[in-house]
């Protein structure tokens, strides 16, 4: 077996990525591991070298056949990875080393768990994590970041000597409701009062929702969701990271696990949000609005998505990164996991030993959190 360097998904191919991805043949794969997704990223111009996500992913081989990926990009800066280590990057520069390039294995701009080592057997996967670890030293990078990979991929790279963190996300979790107002009786008198006064609130101002799925999505459509999206971002970070091409590239090619959630006055459309679907989980990732509505955002992001799984089935409902915002309405703390593996032997020491509290703190965080969810309690 031998691993190489691929500058991009397009080197690889769907066909191999895909089995690789999803070995299974799940006919409703994770739609981030996918290489369509992948592809849209880097062929829009999104997730390229310009914008500091410089593809290198790592391909294990054998005799031409690919038997692993690690999905893998050579990295300026630090940002929309969404698990921070910016600390880390000062300390080593302010000892005279150099932070960047560094190696970053996730799915650019896409902070939701899922799987991050793709292939098939564990040998594999231990062959990719030595690998990556190796390509590190050989490159120059200061470091390797797996981020937001599962929980079993986690332990794997503990055993490989990486060092291992966590951190909490807040997820709705669906045992079986049949509809929005059974969900509501399981909230406490306050809590439920509350959430029927921001559904009612939006209700009042004259908004409608549209679920547009697969074929129903249109260019127009993304024209109009561009625009939110746009606007949005570039208030929280400047500039935003997706260009307009990558979501023509993801509706052309991955429509039937496309949700977007569209809110109108009228025949008017003031504010959007984008989710995707497989595994049995809706998982929303982008949001925007060029009206503001008082509790817009809640209804949108968080009550719509709610209703969608009830009525799909779903069991599971991720909102994406940060927002204790989110506890009140139903969306419980869960633990999201990242493996690093740092070559300045002097700074991999102090993370270690940083990383070990850290984690004990997020684990009571958790926990704290969830006491004070908004469940009725037993």
């Known amino acids: ?54 593809p290198v992913h790592l391909v294990l081989e054998e005799k031409s056949a690919v038997l692993g990926i690690l999905p893998t990009y050579l990295k300026s800066h630090s940002q929309g990875e969404y698990v921070f280590d910016h600390a880390w990057a000062d300390a080593l520069e302010r000892a005279g080393g150099g932070y960047y390039p560094k190696l970053q294995c996730s799915v650019p701009f896409t902070p939701v768990t899922g799987p991050r080592i793709l292939t098939g057997t564990a040998d594999r996967r231990t062959l990719l994590l030595k690998a990556g670890k190796a390509a590190t030293d050989q490159i120059g990078a200061s470091s390797l970041h797996i981020t937001f990979l599962q929980r079993e991929e986690w332990d794997a790279a503990g055993h490989e000597g990486y060092l291992l963190r966590t951190d909490r996300q807040f997820h709705w979790r669906n045992p079986g409701y049949r509809d929005f107002e059974q969900f509501l009786g399981e909230l406490s008198s306050a809590r439920r009062k509350n959430l029927r006064k921001e559904r009612a609130a939006v209700a009042q101002e004259g908004i409608a929702f549209d679920w547009l799925t697969g074929g129903d999505i249109t260019e127009a459509h993304w024209d109009r969701f561009f625009e939110f999206y746009t606007d949005t971002g570039s208030r929280k970070w ?9 979501f023509s590239r993801i509706g052309a090619t991955m429509s039937d696990q496309i949700l977007l959630i569209m809110a109108r006055r009228g025949s008017h459309y003031i504010a ?8 049995g989980v809706l998982y929303g990732r982008n949001w925007g609005a060029v009206e503001y509505v008082p509790f ?25 990164a940060q927002g204790e915002h989110k506890l009140l309405r139903g969306y419980m703390p869960e633990e999201t996991y990242s493996a690093h593996y740092i070559a300045h ?31 009725k309690k037993a």
């Open 272 to 279: 959007g949000a984008l989710s995707l679907m497989g595994e």
């Open 238 to 246: 400047g500039h935003p990271y997706l260009t307009r091409s990558f």
């Open 345 to 375: 032997k002097g700074l991999r020491r102090a993370v270690d030993q940083f990383l070990v509290q850290e984690r004990e703190a997020v684990s009571e965080h958790i926990d704290e959190l969830a006491q004070h969810g908004p469940f």
């Open 1 to 54: 077996m031998t691993v190489r360097i691929a500058d991009g998904v397009a080197g690889i191919g769907a066909a191999a990525w895909n089995a690789c991805a999803n070995p299974q043949g799940q006919a409703d794969p994770h739609p981030f591991s996918r290489f369509e997704f992948f592809d849209a990223l880097e062929a829009s111009g999104s997730a390229v070298a310009r914008t500091g996500w410089q």
């Open 296 to 320: 817009l955002h809640f209804e949108t992001c968080y009550y719509q998505a709610i209703d969608f799984a009830i009525a799909r089935g779903l069991s599971k409902v991720e909102a994406g």
